[in-house]
């Protein structure tokens, strides 16, 4: 999120001047200017607590700040956190917009806590584990250290591999997680003197000849692994095949079900049923396909989560201290204050536990174990290692991961496509990813090579061609590194509709993805230019002699520039002011709607919100009052429903203006399906499909 807020800063830079002094302080963070942000911040905390907290805490925490100073940044986290659970909700938004939240003071504070730990986990030596342990009986992390000191004892006698290294290991860490396999590993070496390594027939030879052997067990299970070692579905099926009375088998159809059903879909299952017949459980499939076709919706009861379906009647019963929407069969769910994955059945499909998770999509999920990010497979496979300090998301097969603040790309495989030795990275588009090294800025392809070299102070990609800053000023180059518009411009905004603001002695004009001045007008730049002016559905507000028309974008005007302000040009009816009143014009700049309110929104199916001093309503076409003056926000979530708020409290009402939902809630969350209501007593489902409340929580 980071780098989205860096972006941001770069094309707004033009309103840092109007920034009070908390939003200075995080713009100066952004540009590692740790000195004025650390300056704001402190002139701030007074009347900002909690933001200006949580921006000296960023500050001390930074490893790069001069200011670096783990003890003072918990102090701030602190002050931050006591003072953001004293703030009213109403308060909270300007800090959700900096991105301050409980999750992210969470975050930081949970940062901060493992530097004392990480000192020793660098070291990462057994002797510096047991001082660890010895200094620190009480700590956190009392038990974790000891399990590495173990585990790292038993790697360091597994490294040596001989009899009398293990029994070292026995006799010194009786108690230790490692002392079973220990143990076997000791019995192990006579038995592997009978086998070869990654030769399945060796181990068939060796169970067949050595049946009271205690580790028959193992040689079945060589067998199952080395035959299905690839963890492809035919290697599964010629297992199953080949080895009818290995124990395995049952466990070889259990994951032959799960790698042909990895999205739990119906088509999937229906699939799985025409194609393996002789299935063991084939008689449960039937309502392994209902409930994969069944929707699950969160709810919660007395505080506790499970899930309904859309009658509202539970189908898993509440046990968890949070739920989230099923994705590809799964779920992520809080128990027992971590976070795990559940199949329909509410059963946990994996043994290991997690401190934060993403929803399945496509068969991965990024996880997080203290600190550290990694992504598994849809069988719970660690296919990019849990190592990782900052994670993307997939795109175009590609995701970026970093540690230690050097950042590369990996594929869905888990395989290294771009060796992490950038500086930052992100998230691919059109093909292309954004990179930085030495502090300059570059462009990769999916195949890790370069497209542009680092040398630029930002770049905005694009498909046809990128948008550069070098030195103070920005031009136009070719994705082969041609330069379509030279370096003269103070700034140039990304592409909208094929056209780009580009900036020169306070004047801006339009230019096409070749470069070329797209028409000849040009126009004064204020700072509300970029937003205000880009090209939005073919048409784009312009400003002259502070009155506002709307050109195309061939610079042809299609309202004059008559107008003391309006909306988003349509050419049915368009949001216009020129009295201080707002109203609604046609295609042919006539007035439809008189200039009555205070404030005029864009049409969108037959209906606007409009307000007047104090209040939202909302109007038809024809200027029909439909929902009546009285409310701070009326949302549209669909061309049936609309949740209104008034006072702090949301409620739902259609286009009749008929209640739905009571005007009583705290928070509203939508889908595709459900409207869901919160506050800190009740919560309420409401069905879009059926226009019907199908769960109210009981207390």
């Not at 970093?402 to 950042?407: D, I, M």
Request: glycine share 6%.
């Amino acid at each position: 999120m980071s780098k989205k807020i860096l972006l941001l800063f770069f094309l707004f830079v033009s309103f840092s001047s109007l920034a009070g002094k908390l939003e200075k302080g995080f713009e100066a963070l952004y540009q590692f200017d740790y000195f004025k942000a650390k300056e704001y911040f402190e002139k701030s905390l007074e009347k900002e607590t909690a933001g200006a907290a949580f921006g000296l805490c960023k500050v001390y925490v930074a490893e790069k700040s001069p200011f670096f100073n783990v003890d003072t940044a918990f102090k701030f986290i602190r002050i931050c956190d006591l003072a953001f659970q004293d703030m009213e909700e109403k308060d909270l938004e300007p800090l959700f917009e900096l991105e301050i939240t409980l999750a992210t003071i969470r975050r930081e504070k949970i940062r901060i806590a493992t530097y004392y730990f990480k000192r020793v986990t660098d070291i990462n030596t057994v002797e510096g584990y047991q001082n660890f342990i010895s200094e620190h009986p009480y700590a956190e992390d009392f038990d974790e250290a000891e399990k590495l000191r173990n585990h790292l004892a038993f790697l360091e006698a597994a490294q040596t591999h001989t009899m009398e290294s293990y029994e070292i290991y026995l006799r010194n860490y009786p108690e230790a997680t490692d002392f079973p396999l220990a143990q076997k590993k000791h019995e192990l070496l006579e038995y592997k003197k009978l086998t070869r390594e990654g030769d399945a027939y060796s181990f068939k030879v060796f169970i067949i000849n050595r049946p009271d052997n205690p580790y028959v067990e193992e040689a079945e299970e060589e067998v199952y692994k080395i035959s299905t070692l690839d963890k492809n579905p035919e290697s599964f099926e010629s297992f199953i095949g080949d080895n009818p009375n290995n124990p395995h088998v049952l466990e070889a159809w259990d994951v032959l079900y799960k790698l042909r059903t990895g999205a739990f879909s119906p088509q999937e299952i229906s699939e799985f049923m025409i194609d393996y017949p002789d299935y063991p459980k084939v008689d449960g499939l039937g309502a392994e396909l209902e409930l994969a076709k069944m929707p699950l919706i969160p709810a919660r009861e007395k505080g506790v989560w499970g899930y309904v379906d859309t009658t509202g009647a539970w189908v898993l019963s509440p046990k968890f201290a949070w739920a989230s929407d099923f994705s590809e069969g799964k779920a992520v769910v809080g128990f027992f204050g971590k976070t795990v994955f559940v199949n329909k059945h509410g059963t946990l499909i994996y043994s290991h536990m997690f401190d934060d998770a993403t929803s399945f999509n496509e068969g991965l999920a990024v996880v997080e174990v203290e600190e550290k990010m990694g992504v598994i497979n849809f069988m719970g496979d660690t296919i990019i290692p849990i190592i990782y300090d900052e994670m993307g998301e997939f795109s175009q097969g590609l995701i970026y991961a970093g540690v230690n603040g050097k950042f590369g790309y990996f594929d869905e495989s888990g395989k290294e496509i771009v060796p992490g030795v950038y500086e930052s990275a992100f998230d691919f588009k059109h093909n292309k990813a954004i990179v930085q090294q030495n502090g300059m800025y570059g462009v990769v392809n999916v195949l890790g090579q370069p497209l542009l070299p680092c040398s630029y102070e930002w770049i905005i990609p694009d498909s046809a061609n990128y948008v550069v800053k070098k030195g103070n000023m920005y031009g136009l180059i070719s994705v082969l590194g041609d330069t379509l518009l030279g370096f003269e411009y103070s700034l140039i905004s990304s592409f909208s509709n094929k056209r780009a603001i580009a900036v020169k002695d306070e004047k801006y004009t339009y230019i096409d993805f070749s470069g070329q001045t797209a028409f000849s007008q040009t126009f004064d730049f204020l700072p509300s230019t970029l937003n205000y002016s880009s090209f939005l559905n073919g048409y784009a507000r312009i400003i002259h002699k502070d009155k506002v028309g709307i050109i195309d974008t061939e610079g042809k005007k299609v309202m004059p520039t008559i107008f003391k302000d309006m909306g988003n040009y349509d050419p049915l009816l368009t949001p216009i002011s020129k009295t201080g009143k707002w109203g609604y014009a046609d295609a042919n700049v006539k007035l439809v709607i008189p200039y009555e309110y205070a404030y005029a929104y864009n049409f969108s199916n037959g209906y606007a919100v409009v307000e007047n001093d104090t209040s939202k309503g909302l109007i038809d076409t024809s200027n029909n009052l439909i929902i009546p003056f009285g409310y701070s926000k009326i949302n549209r979530i669909d061309t049936i429903n609309l949740v209104i708020e008034k006072d702090g409290s949301f409620g739902l009402v259609n286009f009749s203006n008929e209640e739905l939902v009571p005007l009583r809630f705290n928070s509203y969350s939508v889908d595709l399906q459900n409207i869901v209501f919160m506050s800190e007593s009740e919560m309420l489902i409401f069905r879009r499909e059926s226009q019907k409340v199908i769960y109210r929580e009981k207390q």
